[in-house]
Structures are given as C-alpha cells and as structure tokens.
C-alpha cells in the first residue's frame, strides 16, 4: 500500500554521475559525459555518432551513445553501441558492467525478460564497480528476475502476468486469478480505461518471505513499470487502482490522500472507510492524533497508515458523492490541495469542515 509520492524512472534510476566517479583515463568520451551529466541525451547521440566516424573507436563512446539511447527509449537503436561497448571491453570494467545493465533495460522494456535477466546477471556477477551491481542486483529483485523466484509459479490472465510465490500453501490460483480479473474489470470500467500492457503481479506468502529475498515493505505498485508487488491477505482492488487510475487518467501532481484514497475506496471490499477511521481513533491504544484534513494533504506523513488510509478512502468516498465522478476526474490529474480548490471552489472546505465534524465527533 506504499506510496511513491517522487515518480521515479524504474531501472533508471542513475544518473551520469558514476561515469565520473570511476578511476578512468581521460579519453574521447569525457565530453560525451559532461553533456551526457546535464541530461542532454540528444547532445550525446550526435556527437557521439560524430565521433564514432571520425575518432578513434573506443567502449565509452559507445556506452555513453547506447545509454543516451536508452534515456531516450530508443531500446532497439541502443542495442548496436550496447554490445559495442560489451565486446571492447574484455577486461570487464564499470564499462562493460553498465553496458550489460543497460542491455538489461534494453531487452526488457523490448519485451524479452530472458536476455533482461541474463545481462543483468552479467553485470552483477562481474562486480566492477558497487553502483551497477547494485543496480543490476536491484532490477533483478523487483521484476522478479533473480534466482529466488525461479521455482515460482507463472500465471497468465488477460489483463495479468501473475508470479506465485512457491511457499503459499492451500492456494487456490485460478480463485486469485479470476477474483483479479474480475476487480480489473469493475475498477477499469469504474475509470474508464486502464494500463495498455499486463501487470506484473507478484504474489509473496508473507513479508518474512520478502524481507528474506531483500525486498522493502510489501505491499507495493510501480505504476510505470505495471508491477505490483502484493503479499496474501490484501484487498483486490487496491494495487491494481494505483495501475488502472493512473493509465487511465495520467496524473501529473501525485498526493498521498488523493492516490491511496482513491485505492482505498476503490479496494472493492464495501467497507465503510469512516466507521473505520473513528473506531481506530476511539480505540487505538496510542491514539493517532486529530490532523486536519489540509495538514494531510500536505504532508502524507503526519498520520499512522493504519489511520490514514481509511481517512483517505473515506474523504475520497466524501468528494466523489459530493462533487460527481467526473469533476473527482478532472481534480485527479493534480491532487494538490490548491488544485482542489480550484475544482471544488468555496465548496471544499465547507466539505472538509462537514468531514472532520463527522470523523472527530
Ligand atoms: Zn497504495
């Protein structure tokens, strides 16, 4: 049920810096990573073509125009200096390391998890230098690529590619397939529209299991990359909404009382959000304290997840009742509390003063 309020790019998640981090040689290619540093992928293409032709060959050309590539999904166009880079580079240097965890991206984002899993196994194995093993370890992990997950077990639905953990007992598959299906079917509709490529679900036994294999908290959902990791015992619609809403309705501005609001609501159990929201309040052993529906808004981290969560679904369930679905939609792209007023107008926080009236009583 985590939130990722900062939307990061995926396998990507590195920037030119390493490049000048690693002992090296001062070469041809350091004038591609200076540009290549502020993000002129572009700039790098082009003068590294250039260079290609007219100078001297080298791998860091290559891998500084095969990486530029990548940042600008061009995967098939970044295979060839890729490989370039791989094969001048026999020593097995940070610059074939990132070569292969590239290649990785590559393959994977074309749609072939093999030679995904296989270059990120090179680049991991070889150890040349910590970031790209780390990186290459970490891509493994999250798509469920490494070793740990080979004796788990594939599904394929239509709108999902599950992966079962081998240690879930009594588990009926096909049940947790087609529940799935069905929610997919009630939740996209609900939005009208949704991811255009499966989900990749991950399904653990339990948070032991993942703490074992590395992985953080479950559970959680990388829009961008139509992955969602889940753990036994989670609502069937929750993960998947954070899919579907955001395919469906590209939100820009990303909050944490709007997004796992709209989750929660969305999770199709048909609780009542705000009976739960006031019994934790009122039987909560430590009580969370009485924040303000706008501190919230700003700041997702002033409450307990076990209390903000239904607060969320309930003030979700609140604005969607009060001001229809489609104005909810139109808010939904940017889920900032300013944006809200603007949509809502002097309505909002006679709402949201109603709201708290009902949740504090
Ligand atoms: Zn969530």
């Not at 860091?60 to 295979?79: C, M, P």
């Not at 019994?279 to 303000?292: D, T």
């Not at 981290?301 to 239904?310: E, G, V």
Request: glycine residues 6%; negative net charge.
């Amino acid at each position: 049920m985590r939130i990722f309020i900062i939307v990061i790019v995926l396998l990507l998640a590195i920037n030119g810096a390493e490049a000048q981090t690693q002992p090296q040689e001062t070469g041809p290619a350091d004038a591609l990573w200076e540009i290549y540093k502020q993000g002129d992928f572009e700039g790098v293409v082009v003068r590294g073509k250039a260079m290609l032709i007219t100078e001297t060959e080298t791998a860091q050309v290559n891998l500084a125009v095969g990486r530029s590539l990548v940042h600008q999904e061009k995967y098939d166009d970044a295979f060839p200096y890729l490989k370039r880079a791989v094969e001048m580079d026999p020593a097995k240097t940070w610059v074939y390391a990132w070569a292969e965890v590239y290649l990785g991206i590559s393959h994977y984002k074309t749609g072939n998890d093999g030679r995904a899993r296989q270059a990120w196994i090179l680049a991991r194995d070889c150890q040349a230098t910590a970031n790209a093993t780390r990186n290459a370890r970490e891509n493994l992990r999250l798509l469920g690529l490494s070793e740990f997950f080979d004796q788990w077990k594939s599904f394929e639905t239509e709108h999902f590619s599950f992966r079962f953990s081998d240690r879930l007992v009594d588990f009926n598959r096909v049940d947790f397939a087609r529940s799935h299906e069905e929610a997919f079917g009630v939740i996209s509709k609900w939005f009208g529209g949704g991811p255009d490529k499966k989900i990749r679900f991950l399904l653990w036994s339990s948070q032991e299991e993942a703490d074992e294999a590395g992985m953080q908290a479950l559970g959680f959902s990388r829009p961008d990359e139509y992955l969602t990791h889940a753990v036994l015992g989670q609502t069937v619609g929750h993960e998947m909404t954070h899919i579907i809403s955001r395919y469906a309705l590209n939100p820009t501005v990303i909050t944490g009382l709007i997004n796992e609001g709209v989750a929660v609501h969305m999770d199709l159990t048909g609780r009542d959000q705000m009976l739960r929201a006031r019994k934790l309040m009122n039987e909560a052993a430590v009580r969370p304290l009485k924040v303000s529906i706008p501190a919230l808004w700003m700041d997702w981290s002033l409450a307990p997840d076990t209390y903000s969560y239904p607060v969320a679904g309930a003030f979700v369930a609140m604005l969607v009742e009060k001001g229809g679905k489609e104005r909810f939609f139109e808010f939904f792209v940017d889920q900032s509390f300013k944006h809200a007023q603007e949509i809502y107008g002097d309505d909002l926080l006679v709402w949201i003063r109603e709201f708290e009236d009902e949740l504090y009583q």
